[in-house]
T-cell receptor, first 113, second 115 residues
Framework: AQSVTQPDIHITVSEGASLELRCNYS??????LFWYVQSPGQGLQLLLK??????LVQGIKGFEAEFKRSQSSFNLRKPSVHWSDAAEYFC???????????FGAGTRLTVKP | GAGVSQSPSNKVTEKGKDVELRCDPI?????LYWYRQSLGQGLEFLIY????????KSGLPSDRFSAERTGGSVSTLTIQRTQQEDSAVYLC?????????????FGPGTRLTVT
C-alpha cells in the first residue's frame, strides 16, 4: 500500500517569506498526489493535485507543488506567505485501483507578523 | 451548492456509552469515506462506501466501530461502548467516484470527547 511522510511537524515563517513544505511518498507505480489545507475549525480543502503531465502544478491561493519521481517527493511551495496561510497542511497519495487515500501526519504552519 | 455536512459538530459522552455520528455527502457523489483525526496525527482511514458495493471496512480499528449508508446517501458511523482512546475528530468526505484519483470533499468533522 502507498504511504506518505511529512518530515516537518511544525514550521514557522515570517509573513512575506517563501515557504516549502516537504512531502515524500512510497508507491510502486505513478501515484495521484494531493495537498489539502485545514484551517482552524474548518474542514480540509484541496489546494492542488497531480495526476500526470506537467510535474509543476498550480493550485489555489498562490500555492504550487512539484512532482519529482526520482526523489519520490511532492513538495508544496509558495513564494510569499500571508498571515491567512497559517493552517495545517496535509499531503495525500491515492491510486486508481485503491479506495483509501493515505494522508501524511500533517505540517502545522505558523506565520509570524 | 451544499457541501458535506456532519452532525453533531461536538459530542461529549461517557465511557461505555454508544454514539452515532452522521454525514450528509454532496448530492450525486457515489463515494463516501470516514476518517479519524487524533491530536497531532494524520487522517486515519476508517471505512469507504462506493455506490451499492460492499463497503471497505479495512480501516475500522475494532468491532466496536460500524457504519452504514442508507439509500446511497446519508451515512452513520456508530461507536459502541466508547473508550477514551476513541476521542478524536471524525471526518467524513465524499467524492464523485471512488478511486483514489478523485478529489475528496470533506465535512467540518465531529469532535468526539469520551470522558
Amino acid at each position: 500500500a502507498q504511504s506518505v511522510t511529512q518530515p516537518d511537524i511544525h514550521i514557522t515563517v515570517s509573513e512575506g517569506a517563501s515557504l516549502e513544505l516537504r512531502c515524500n511518498y512510497s508507491y510502486g507505480a505513478t501515484p495521484y498526489l494531493f495537498w489539502y489545507v485545514q484551517s482552524p475549525g474548518q474542514g480540509l480543502q484541496l489546494l492542488l493535485k497531480y495526476f500526470s503531465g506537467d510535474t509543476l502544478v498550480q493550485g489555489i491561493k498562490g500555492f504550487e507543488a512539484e512532482f519529482k519521481r526520482s526523489q519520490s517527493s511532492f513538495n508544496l511551495r509558495k513564494p510569499s506567505v500571508h498571515w491567512s496561510d497559517a493552517a495545517e497542511y496535509f499531503c495525500a497519495v491515492g491510486t486508481y485501483n485503491n479506495n483509501d487515500m493515505r494522508f501524511g501526519a500533517g505540517t502545522r504552519l505558523t506565520v509570524k507578523p | 451548492g451544499a457541501g458535506v455536512s456532519q452532525s453533531p459538530s461536538n459530542k461529549v459522552t461517557e465511557k461505555g456509552k454508544d454514539v452515532e455520528l452522521r454525514c450528509d455527502p454532496i448530492s450525486g457523489h457515489t463515494a463516501l469515506y470516514w476518517y479519524r483525526q487524533s491530536l497531532g496525527q494524520g487522517l486515519e482511514f476508517l471505512i469507504y462506501f462506493q455506490g451499492n458495493s460492499a463497503p471497505d471496512k479495512s480501516g475500522l480499528p475494532s468491532d466496536r466501530f460500524s457504519a452504514e449508508r442508507t439509500g446511497g446517501s446519508v451515512s452513520t458511523l456508530t461507536i459502541q461502548r466508547t473508550q477514551q482512546e476513541d476521542s478524536a475528530v471524525y471526518l467524513c468526505a465524499s467524492s464523485l467516484e471512488g478511486s483514489g484519483a478523485y478529489e475528496q470533499y470533506f465535512g467540518p468533522g465531529t469532535r468526539l470527547t469520551v470522558t
